[in-house]
């Protein structure tokens, strides 16, 4: 075995790089090692940039740890392999050549992840080998035995389970010793890496190329099927947005309770003045109305990081890839719209993955689209307040019903807007979806918990950051200058924000938005939802309640018509109320032309929808 | 209008003018947002 001394001492400066194909499970191993809570899920290309993380020796030696976008080859297709490929190769400008290669083999992929490990030994780097989801290849009917393996490759291997932490100890114990890292000699230039990975796999006894998982085929016969499965999908689709409605009720009761006996005890104890009005009109008013839909939001979530663990959406991919190619996008588009339905930027950021640059900016101009975790507040808001609580079927919401319609709205936009873009630009080759499909599993209860841990501690960080900041700002320009004794009318209608909602309105006048909506729209340009927590303030300041964070959407109810609630509903499908999506427009895409350009479609189909729904609805209640 | 409501109106609110400062801030250094930030050690 060739080996390399390595200085002890300078282990705190070294970079060890975590290199396998995708979805061998490298985030996982790097979360289990460094603590940190990256992203992982059960199909290909979730990461896409590089992550750094700092990790513990067993020693207690401190090493970075670099986690990698996942590569076939070191010739990259897409950016995100590129990135992998840059580091390895020691040619990124951001990030010097690792001083350790740790390639993580998929023990039930093996064939094609000793192809890349073939690639990486010819760069001389220094390797140690992690051969991982042991149980799942065992429970196929693989074994593989590990010594065996080791003396064949002539590199340092552990055998690990990456989402169990097993193996993850072995390894802090290799990494303590760099004795033991292999610097391999180059094998002749010529070497096909197929041809050496077969070579490896018979000398270690492996005949059997990749073990066949029963389950899946079966499942697959049924859920790729292009009928059945398109009915289960659409099912699924709508089962979802039943149950946002229709299991949110009881807790969402709860957080108002909450929210209004915290207005009640301040109401009571607090003496008249600025303060008992910044903290009942503004913050309680205006953060207590977002915060009651975060069950609503868990909700949705549960149910995405269930088909996300369980390997179904690279299949939901391939489903879509015939009607992705229609509107001349492959289904590698799949995956970054789907990321866009939790928030657009990861979703934009996702597009890496996808090779042919012009299905990547169509991708990215409709991102928007997709109905992110933020719009939910602003939609369970209004159809609460304007759509009834009732059954239009056996165990069909009317709520559910135009939930999923919204969703759909967005998707059939999407689909609009890249058709017209394809038209426009003439229509390129439409790549060919070359995807791996996962074997199924159940999804781990503690990963769906940590997930939808991470999503609610997003949604309060939001909460008791951003929001709460901007709320408190919105109280002050709705409360100063106070309006004169003897004034008409509000005393909000005097104030700054009062003033500049009245000019505004100008604007929004024909698509049906009072001088309110217009106010709360500002500061719903920094997230959706602070649109939510601004309407509350605004309203709270407005009337005499002390309830307003509680009763939100009585009190638009009664003030708005049926037609400025549902035109509102459509601004919020294709509004681009976000800055920091456009700010990650300008940097993924390096021009400002491309955030100006889907700043200005998305408001401009913003409005027209707006109007148009108005009017319709105007026209047919009167 | 008691002292103590001018002080501690004028704190929260000198807080969350100093949050969205920083804020921005952040966005423009590396336009972190949903806890997607290079550093996996950072926090955010």
Redesign the interface.
């Known amino acids: 075995m060739n080996t390399q001394v390595i200085d002890l001492n300078r282990l705190a400066q070294r970079r060890v790089a975590l290199v396998g194909n995708p979805n061998c499970g490298k985030s996982s191993l790097f979360n289990r090692l460094t603590g940190s809570q990256q992203k992982v899920a059960n199909y290909a290309g979730v990461t896409v940039e590089l992550k750094r993380g700092r990790m513990k020796t067993a020693q207690g030696k401190s090493i970075t740890l670099l986690d990698l976008p996942g590569t076939y080859s070191l010739n990259p297709g897409a950016e995100d392999e590129a990135v992998a490929c840059q580091v390895i190769r020691g040619e990124s400008l951001q990030e010097p050549a690792p001083d350790l290669v740790v390639a993580v083999l998929d023990a039930t992929r093996l064939r094609r992840s000793l192809r890349l490990l073939s690639s990486l030994r010819r760069l001389g780097l220094p390797l140690v080998v992690v051969l991982n989801r042991v149980d799942s290849a065992k429970s196929n009917g693989l074994h593989v035995d590990v010594k065996r393996l080791e003396q064949v490759l002539g590199l340092p291997l552990v055998a690990t389970v990456a989402v169990q932490a097993q193996g993850a100890d072995p390894l802090r114990s290799v990494l303590d010793n760099p004795l033991v890292w292999a610097a391999p000699a180059s094998p002749p230039g010529d070497t096909n890496d197929d041809v050496q990975a077969l070579s490896w796999m018979l000398a270690a006894g492996l005949e059997q190329d990749e073990p066949v998982d029963g389950w899946s085929q079966k499942f697959d016969s049924v859920l790729l099927h292009p009928v059945w499965g398109s009915l289960i999908l659409v099912s699924l689709l709508f089962l979802i947005f039943q149950a946002v409605f229709a299991g949110a009720q009881a807790p969402m009761d709860a957080v108002k309770a909450g929210v209004a006996g915290l207005a009640e005890l301040l109401a009571q104890s607090l003496p008249e003045g600025l303060l008992k009005s910044l903290l009942i009109d503004g913050v309680l008013a205006g953060v207590g109305s977002v915060l009651v839909f975060l069950p609503q939001i868990l909700i949705l979530f549960f149910f995405i990081l269930v088909l996300e663990e369980s390997g179904y959406l690279p299949r939901a991919a391939l489903l879509l890839d015939r009607m992705m190619g229609s509107i001349g996008l492959s289904g590698r588009s799949f995956i970054p719209l789907l990321s866009s339905f939790a928030c657009a930027i990861p979703g934009i950021m996702a597009t890496r993955s996808i090779p042919d640059q012009r299905d990547r900016w169509v991708t990215i101009m409709i991102a928007p689209l997709m109905t992110c975790s933020a719009r939910l507040p602003v939609y369970a808001l209004l159809i609460g307040a304007f759509i009834p609580a009732m059954d239009v079927g056996p165990g069909l919401q009317l709520q559910g019903l135009v939930l999923f319609a919204l969703y759909m709205l967005g998707i059939v936009a999407a689909i609009a807007v890249a058709t017209v873009i394809r038209l426009c630009r003439g229509a390129g080759p439409v790549a060919q979806l070359m995807m791996e499909l996962p074997d199924y599993h159940w999804p781990r209860p503690a990963d769906v918990a940590l997930g939808l841990w991470q999503r609610a501690h997003i949604f309060l960080r939001n909460v008791g950051g951003i929001i709460l900041a901007l709320t408190v700002v919105l109280w002050f320009l709705s409360s100063f200058p106070a309006a004169p004794a003897g004034f008409a009318g509000a005393p909000i209608e005097y104030s700054l924000a009062g003033r500049m909602g009245k000019v505004l309105a100008v604007v929004f006048e024909p698509i049906g938005f009072n001088w309110q909506i217009a106010v709360a729209l500002i500061p719903g340009l920094a997230a959706r939802e602070v649109a939510v927590s601004a309407l509350g303030t605004v309203y709270a300041l407005s009337n005499t309640t002390d309830a307003v964070g509680a009763a939100l959407g009585p009190i638009i109810a009664a003030e708005w018509s049926l037609a400025t609630g549902l035109s509102l509903l459509v601004w919020y499908v294709f509004a681009p109320q976000c800055m920091a999506t456009l700010a990650t427009v300008r940097r993924e895409l390096g021009v400002w032309r491309a955030p100006a350009l889907m700043a200005v479609y998305l408001f401009g189909m913003a409005y027209a929808a707006s109007w148009l729904t108005y009017r319709a609805v105007l026209h047919w209640s009167t | ?2 002292w ?3 002080v ?2 004028t704190v ?2 000198a ?3 100093a ?2 400062w920083r ?1 921005w801030g952040a ?1 423009k250094a590396h ?1 972190d ?4 930030c ?4 950072c926090g955010k």
């Open positions: 209008m008691p103590f409501d001018i501690a109106v929260i609110l807080w969350a003018c949050f969205l804020r966005r336009a947002h949903c806890g997607h290079n550093n996996a050690n």
